[in-house]
């Protein structure tokens, strides 16, 4: 059972077992991340199911470095795939201000599905963004100066 991974299509019983792992891992101090936008580190999870996931923290690969960028899900250099590059704070704020709209030329970091997603607004500070773009080519002085 993996317990770094929240289970989507787990049956009641399966779902249960994996509560429990969950719980009595977080008991012998290994750390917990619950969600809600993204997942976050949880020192004292209330354990409310219904409405919260829980899993333990993924350990970080020495093999395959965190990724930089504006990185609030931990993704790896490996996942974020060859020719991508993640989005800065800075670009995804200046996105914000500007009230953006869906792209191609975007994707998110689906927390439920641990995959990519496409054609996002790359405006929101609680999400890992990818894109094949350049540095900076969604700021807005990239628009005014070209």
């Not at 354990?47 to 931990?74: D, E, F, I, M, Q």
């Amino acid at each position: 059972m993996n317990l770094y991974s929240y289970p989507t299509n787990a049956t009641p019983a399966s779902l249960l077992s994996y509560q429990i792992a969950v719980m009595s891992a977080h008991q012998r101090g290994e750390p917990v991340e619950s969600i809600a936008y993204a997942w976050r580190p949880d020192t004292a999870p209330r354990w409310v199911w219904g409405n919260t996931h829980y899993r333990l923290a993924s350990p970080v690969s020495p093999v395959s470095p965190v990724a930089a960028g504006h990185n609030p899900h931990k993704i790896t250099a490996e996942r974020v795939g060859d020719g991508y590059r993640l989005l800065t704070r800075e670009e995804i704020e200046d996105r914000s201000r500007r009230m953006c709209s869906d792209t191609p030329d975007i994707d998110s970091w689906m927390v439920t599905t641990e995959s990519w997603g496409n054609d996002y607004s790359g405006c929101c500070v609680d999400f890992t963004y990818r894109t094949k773009k350049t540095a900076g080519f969604f700021l807005a002085s990239a628009y005014i100066s070209s």
